[in-house]
């Protein structure tokens, strides 16, 4: 979270597996009820109605305001932003982001949905939350995360920013993004998942649970025997070769630029990729791009405070 005069900046990375904020980290997934729920944790009232946050990944959706999940989970993310500096109440900013080729088109709608509600009470984790939302900055996704990084951007330098639904490709030439050279594939992490899973299937007629295969992912193995892990593998290794396949397609060539890579993905390429690593720079920090939105929202409010 950043400060400008009496605004909070909070920067909510609306991912199609997690939402992050600066320093807070939730899987997507919400389920609602009409009465409490027997467990706590994570549980966001508002409306009359109570909403269990996180216990698995929301479906893919091109269109981010075509329901109300992604409002709520912009709730649960400033609330629990709030909650890291003993926050209640405050006048809120929102800086956010679209995949790249998506922003044009769909930016003014979901400016629109997330502002929706001008003055905000609601609680979560059983604490009374009071939000007036200021505005909102919005921006593509992928370019924030590496924005205090431009410095090192010299010559031709390519982006990819692997979600969980979409990978981000963006062209940065001489520490300038290349507006003209960007595109949105609908290849995250999530594909990867489902192959993982579907392999273990075919290959031993059991359902593995989303949580293994995820540690296998972030880690390169997991407590599971040697046949599992193995097959596991191998589709992380070829979903791997498929990313840097889409790469070339788009004329990535690693003696000519150096990749720089951000999001969950990120992961993946490390423990499964076959690459030059002395050109490919992997930013493991997957609130990244929540706090680069906080950073270009804060200088743009700044801005049009000059005379």
Known sequence: ???????????VDHGYGN??????????????????????????EYGGMYYRIGDCHKEFIPDKAADEDYYLLTLMAVARELNLYGIREADVHLAAGLPLTWIRRQREEFRSYLLRNPEVTYRFNKKEYHIRLAGCSLYPQGYPAV???LKDFRGTNLLADIGNGTMNILYINNKKAVENRCWTEKFGVSQCMTAARNAVMDSFGVRIDEATIEQVFRHGTADIGEP????????????????????????????????????????????????????????????????????????????????
């Open 1 to 11: 979270m950043k400060e400008f005069k009496n605004l909070k900046i909070i920067g």
């Open 19 to 44: 939402i992050k904020t600066a320093g807070t980290v939730t899987k997507n997934g919400v389920t609602a009820y009409e009465t409490e729920p027997i467990f706590s944790g994570n549980i966001l």
């Open 147 to 149: 924005v205090s990084r």
């Open 228 to 307: 599992y892990l193995d097959c596991i593998t191998s589709a992380a290794r070829q979903y791997v070769a498929d990313i840097f396949a889409t790469l070339r397609r788009y004329e990535y060539n690693p003696d000519l630029m150096r990749l720089y890579i951000v999001g969950g993905g990120g992961c993946l390429i490390r423990n499964f990729g076959r690459y030059e690593k002395s050109r490919v720079t992997i930013i493991d920090d997957i609130c990244a791009t929540a706090k680069g939105y906080e950073a270009l929202a804060l200088a743009a409010l700044r801005r049009k405070e000059r005379p």
